[in-house]
């Protein structure tokens, strides 16, 4: 019995450990267009994940400059990932077509829109939950923005307040590194 147990308890912590590793590029979202997406697609890349909303105080500068920084810098070395969310304030009260349609005919994003979903609470969004755990940081309002790094890991996480002319230069640093690192690989 004791030798099952022992097995058991291996197995058990195993498969913890195997939970732990996960990243953000191991999840799979919903788009806008309501098609499966896996993030793996992102792996390789600098991302920036914000829960966006479309009524917001913060929704003027931070889309036009969420905009920029896709233009500059992605999509090769570099993206945008948009999760709409309603949770704070109501802000977000469109469905997820009047959403992109709103998003890309007023500010021109070009970058992904996933599905509305919830980012904190009991019914958060899995690749949410993981981004409050690594981060330990939980949004309190529209336009929390978490950078990922190549590894689907979190580098950092900063409020609506922040501004993403802010963190530009972090982000800037992050992407001529990649480049430099896949110059040298050639």
């Known amino acids: 019995m004791g030798t ?4 058991l308890t291996l197995l058990t912590l195993s498969c913890l450990a195997e939970a732990k590793q996960k990243d953000f590029y191991s999840f799979k979202v919903v788009n806008s267009r309501g098609r499966l997406v ?40 570099f993206n945008v990932l948009a999760f709409p969310c309603n949770q704070f304030g109501q802000q977000e009260p469109g469905s997820d077509k ?24 009991i019914g958060a969004n899995n690749a949410y939950k993981y981004l409050v755990e690594a981060s330990r940081k939980e949004p309190t309002w529209n336009f ?4 990922i790094d190549t590894d689907g890991k979190v580098v950092d996480a900063w409020g609506p ?6 963190i530009r230069p972090r982000i800037a640093d992050m992407v001529r590194k990649l480049i430099i690192k896949r110059k040298e690989e050639l």
């Open 98 to 121: 009047e959403i992109d349609s709103f998003v890309r005919r007023v500010y021109g994003v070009s970058f992904p829109i996933f599905s509305k979903i919830a980012v904190v609470g």
């Open 161 to 166: 307040d922040v501004s993403v002319k802010e």
């Open 4 to 7: 099952i147990l022992r097995a």
């Open 38 to 77: 896996s993030l793996e697609k992102y792996r390789g890349s600098v991302s920036l994940v914000v829960n966006v909303a479309s009524e917001c105080g913060y929704t003027d500068e931070h889309y036009k400059d969420l905009q920029q920084l896709q233009k500059d810098f992605g999509p090769f070395h």
């Open 144 to 147: 929390w923005k978490y950078l």
